[in-house]
């Protein structure tokens, strides 16, 4: 792969996030003790978003123990490591309760992949990549109750792999992953609605449909039939 400082941009991103929400807050002077309707009348919205994401995998095997390319493999373990969410939100009105949403971010995601040799060898691989994501969202919202609104969403993401994977073709032992993905999302949230802005904390989750492992040359090439994706995101919205 190519040098891709993951841990340098996730922390130049949190300081740029925080120094954001902190001039964002002083400068718009955000109050939550007003009930406003008038987001919800409008027919178009735009907003950003911000979020922790943990990417997680589905690992389905084959033979681990007959490999003759990587003799001794016991297990394969993915473990997801956090990572950030940030993107743009476009929001078309349909009718009183319901919501079109589309919502372009780019997702920084890291999962590392421990491989067991033998009993007591652990070999370690990390799979960084950084995706951008076009989620087209349905968002069904409940009546007021005082100041907030509670939603559910639910549609398709597609995704694309931004990181090179030049020095990843040559590598036999990392576990080569597909360039796209598309994936079910579903999602609940609040919208708590404030004199100069809605803010709507959210849970997602998406879990991938087609196998986006690459199996050909590399030593696991035998072992591993399929690797769908599973994401759970926590973040905030503004509009």
Known sequence: ????????????????ITIFIFVFIITHQIGFSQHNKHYDWRPFNLGFTMGMN???????????ENNP????????????????????ITNLKLADM?????????????RNFNYKINQDSIFLRRLEA?????????KFKSQFWRNHRVYVMGGGKFSWNLSSDKKVKDDPDILKTEKYDHSIVVAFGIDIYGDRVKLSPEISYSFGLPNIYVGENTNFGENIRRIRTHTLLFSLNFE
């Open 69 to 88: 390319r990587r003799p001794g493999l016991k297990d394969i373990v993915a473990k997801p490591i956090p990572g950030i969410n940030l993107g743009m």
């Open 130 to 138: 950084a995706y951008l994501d076009l989620p087209l969202l349905i």
């Open 54 to 64: 943990y990417s997680m995998v589905r690992l389905d095997y084959g033979d681990l």
């Open 98 to 110: 319901w919501d079109l949403r589309f919502i372009p971010s780019v997702s920084l995601q890291q």
């Open 1 to 16: 792969m190519e040098t891709f400082n993951f841990r340098y941009m996730l922390t130049l991103s949190i300081k740029k």
